[in-house]
């Protein structure tokens, strides 16, 4: 009767602990992945008549969660890979333009534009650069 109590012991031990591994899982990661953008144009004339706002980024194409993808609070319009892989965001001036009148950009001034979203992964990244925003109409012999 002891000799059976011994094996099963060990028995009962590794199985509590492998239900306990089970349960843990995987830890969630909360960490902030920062990338690098490039934003296009770097000043944004109000004036102008140009369509979209190009964000060009360091994180690769295949990680990014393309409907997460946000720059200062304006939902991304489309998104598409660059020629080395990575995530390029494409945003509506229009809605970049109206950051203005709701005083969340400065006209004549240098400002922040923030790019955020989601990996496949569930991380978030973010990437910020400053733009300069003016408000300059367009001038010339208009092609004549």
């Not at 569930?122 to 408000?135: A, D, H, Y």
Request: glycine share 12%; net charge negative; proline share 5%.
């Amino acid at each position: 009767m002891l000799k059976c109590k011994r094996s099963f012991f060990p028995g009962v031990c590794l199985c509590i602990l492998l239900i306990i591994a089970f349960l843990q899982g995987p830890t969630p990661s909360f960490a902030l992945l920062d990338i690098s953008i490039q934003v296009s144009p770097a000043t944004l004339n109000i004036q102008s008549a140009g369509q979209v706002v190009t964000v060009h980024t360091s994180i690769a194409y295949g990680q990014v969660v393309g409907g997460t993808v946000t720059l200062n609070g304006i939902p991304i319009s489309w998104w598409k890979a660059d020629n080395q892989g990575n995530f390029v965001a494409k945003f509506l001036m229009s809605e970049v333009k109206a950051l203005v009148d709701t005083g969340k950009l400065t006209c004549p001034g240098e400002n922040e534009l923030t790019l955020i979203g989601y990996t496949k992964d569930g991380e978030e990244f973010t990437g910020t650069e400053t733009i300069t925003v003016i408000n300059v109409e367009p001038s010339g012999s208009g092609g004549k």
